[in-house]
């Protein structure tokens, strides 16, 4: 996810803690990355052979856990998340206040906070509301430190239970306080989480639920989001199983990038690149492609230029025509194109696919023109939809980042999960907030 300035600093106005003034955190350009992977921590380090493959795969953000390791992204014009020894002991992490372990903190930032491949310091995966306090801790030592790179804190789905999450009640009210809490008492730079749907006997309905919770907290704290997606299965012979995950295709890769870039994200990143224990990856351990891997050779810079185009604007809302998921908001006027044919509403069942069902994501910023998203949500079958727009519109071409006009009338034929990003000629009357969704 056009550099942009969304951010949060460590505290409100830009001040860290103790008073110390902060710079802001640039994200930079949009991010396309993997959680599991060269670099990462229990897999091969990263080398010139992984470098080569990853950037032909159209990914811009590595893993690292050396200097060394940050020289080799650097010499591909590699960004790299950050996990050296440091980041990987909590007895020197999250116990910042002792003296050995804020000097050994204090020598790791200080041999990489200038190095030009370093992105944000990875410092924690999944923790419960317990841990926010601690976390922030030590991220608001780290914004005295080094003020110019964020710390990256990965949040749960909404299919954890409610002790993983620290936090009681029913579920979905859990996870809704659990990331109100994180952005709260963390004060992010950016929020990222993972949400796995694809199992052996039909996909969990939860996915846009988890999409638009994290998309209006990102929203209302000012901060850009990273979503995570599944590429694989981590639960290898288990076909039986219903409730296993099971291996996605190029088709529902295709649809998880563009639903992302369709909720405004400014980065993707895949479960798994490659891991021992895990089937059905982006590539094998010894790096052999899977056809996902040539499919992400176009889609990641698609997302990229997308997200690129999205990040100066405002996201508005989500409508979707069709099947109804969970946290989702049926198809009204604030979306405002006319889709024929018009696909009834309908909830969606437990396991069912979103059939014959399109999204539609609107943006606006003050002296730009509205732009819209649309996307067909069924990953098995090509669909063409006719538009029909207020005003004349254009349409990005993500390939070759260039617009061209289609009308006001005009057909749009949507292959398997696709979408295409269309602009209105002008700006579209402000939405009412009663139908704004996030």
């Known amino acids: 996810m056009e550099k942009t300035k969304m951010v949060l600093v460590a505290a409100i106005l830009g001040v860290c803690a103790a008073g110390t003034a902060c710079a802001a955190w640039n994200p930079g350009e949009p991010v396309t990355t993997y959680w599991a992977g060269p670099g990462f921590p229990g897999n091969e380090r990263l080398s010139d052979r992984w470098l080569v493959q990853l950037k032909e795969g159209g990914f811009n953000t590595v893993w690292a856990m050396t200097p060394e390791e940050l020289d080799l992204a650097a010499k591909y014009g590699m960004r790299a998340i950050y996990k050296p020894k440091e980041l990987r002991d909590r007895k020197i992490f999250l116990n910042i206040d002792d003296s050995a372990a804020e000097a050994a903190m204090e020598a790791m930032v200080n041999r990489v906070k200038d190095h030009p491949a370093l992105y944000v310091y990875e410092l924690y995966d999944e923790p419960a509301a317990g841990l926010f306090a601690s976390l922030a801790h030590t991220k608001e030592w ?122 405004g994200a400014h980065g993707i990143y895949y479960y798994v690149y490659c891991h021992r224990g895990h089937e059905g990856s982006i590539v094998s351990t010894n790096g052999t492609p899977d056809v996902k891997y040539e499919v992400l050779k176009t889609l990641n810079r698609e997302f990229i230029a997308i997200a690129k185009e999205l990040s100066p604007l405002k996201f508005i809302g989500a409508y979707h025509q069709g099947l109804q998921a969970p946290g989702t908001t049926p198809y009204c006027e604030q979306a405002l194109l006319k889709l024929t044919p018009e696909t009834p509403i309908a909830e969606l069942k437990p396991g069912q696919e979103l059939t014959d069902t399109t999204l539609v994501t609107r943006f606006d910023a003050p002296g730009r023109p509205t732009h819209l998203m649309v996307v067909n949500l069924d990953y098995r079958r090509d669909r063409k939809i006719h538009v029909t727009a207020p005003a004349s519109a254009e349409r990005f071409n993500a390939q070759d980042r260039s617009w061209s006009s289609v009308g006001s009338s005009f057909d749009l034929a949507l292959t398997r999960g696709s979408g295409v990003l269309l602009r209105l000629a002008r700006q579209a009357p402000p939405a009412t907030d009663s139908a704004t969704s996030n």
Not at 152 to 168: D, E, F, H, S
Not at 222 to 239: D, H, I, L
């Open 142 to 263: 780290l914004a005295r430190h080094d003020p110019n790179h964020a710390a990256w804190v990965n949040l749960l789905p909404t299919y954890a239970n409610n002790k993983q999450l620290g936090v009681n009640g029913e579920i979905i009210r859990a996870y809704w306080e659990h990331v109100r809490l994180f952005g709260e008492i963390y004060r992010p730079d950016f929020l990222t989480y993972d949400h796995y749907q694809f199992q052996n006997g039909g996909d969990s309905s939860h996915y846009f639920l988890n999409l638009g919770i994290i998309r209006q907290n990102a929203s209302a704290l000012g901060v850009p989001f990273f979503n995570g997606v599944q590429a694989c299965t981590w639960r290898p012979g288990e076909a039986a199983s219903p409730r296993a995950p099971r291996i996605p295709g190029p088709d529902e890769m295709r649809y998880l990038v563009y639903t992302t870039a369709a909720y």
